[in-house]
């Protein structure tokens, strides 16, 4: 089967930093993503990894494990706006977008 | 450039009726991809189109259907609605099909929220 694994909600505080893991299982693996959501909104891009490694992209980290079938978002320096649900997709090997339920994320001041 | 843009925004519709729901893409991308999404579900893919021909589908009954147009203009039908398929319906654009591309990125309408009574 497939079946992505992340956190239902976090919280965090402002100017701190926050890490989302979610792991997965699926059928074949070329690529992992990460979303973003805010309520009543579009989801936008935030990140794409098909190697191992951490890809940095300004306040947003990613890292990848293929082995582990694992990868985390990192954001830094929180800010109010980065309240938002954050999506983990994996491309599997017949070419479906397969993903997570998503990491709803409060800031708080 | 205008991004991707769905209609309708919102709607309502009873039992048994059937519905429509329209995808214009990014000028120049060829790729539409098609999810539902709910709150117990998360985001559920439908389908895909490239170049009007369907690449992709995922496990939805046959209710759920698609087409694109020449103009990469993608419609999505369901009939025979039933309560469960309140949603939020999203399309998505890219330049190149799923597998083909290096970036990744897929561009995301608002949506079509879907009332069933």
């Known amino acids: 089967g497939q079946n992505i694994d992340q956190p239902t909600e976090m919280t965090a505080t402002e100017g701190a930093i926050v890490q989302i893991n979610c792991t997965y299982q699926?059928?074949?693996?070329?690529?992992l993503f990460w979303y973003q959501q805010h309520a009543g909104e579009a989801p936008t891009f935030l990140s794409y990894?098909?190697?191992?490694g951490l890809e940095e992209k300004g306040r947003f980290s990613s890292f990848l494990s293929r082995s582990k079938g694992y990868s985390y978002l990192l954001l830094k320096e929180l800010q109010m706006k980065d309240s938002a649900s954050y999506l983990c997709?994996?491309?599997?090997?017949?070419?479906?977008?397969?993903f997570g339920q998503g990491t709803e994320l409060s800031v708080k001041p | 450039k205008a991004g991707v843009t769905q209609t309708p925004r919102y709607l309502i519709k009873t039992r048994g009726q059937q519905v429509t729901l329209s995808c214009s893409p990014i000028?120049?991308?060829?790729?539409v991809s098609w999810y539902q999404q709910t709150p117990g579900q998360g985001l559920q893919f439908l389908f895909e189109?490239?170049?009007?021909?369907?690449?992709n589908k995922g496990n939805f009954p046959g209710r759920f259907s698609g087409r694109q147009f020449s103009n990469s203009r993608s419609e999505m039908n369901v009939s025979t609605l039933e309560l469960g398929d309140s949603a939020l319906y999203l399309c998505?654009?890219?330049?190149?099909?799923?597998?083909?591309?290096?970036?990744?990125?897929?561009?995301f309408g608002e949506g079509s929220r879907l009332t069933v009574l």
């Open positions: 699926t059928s074949g693996f070329n690529g």
């Open positions: 998505a654009s890219s330049l190149l099909p799923s597998g083909r591309q290096n970036t990744g990125e897929l561009f």
């Open positions: 990894n098909v190697l191992d």
């Open positions: 997709a994996v491309w599997n090997q017949g070419g479906k977008l397969i």
């Open positions: 189109y490239f170049s009007e021909t369907q690449r």
């Open positions: 000028s120049g991308h060829r790729s």
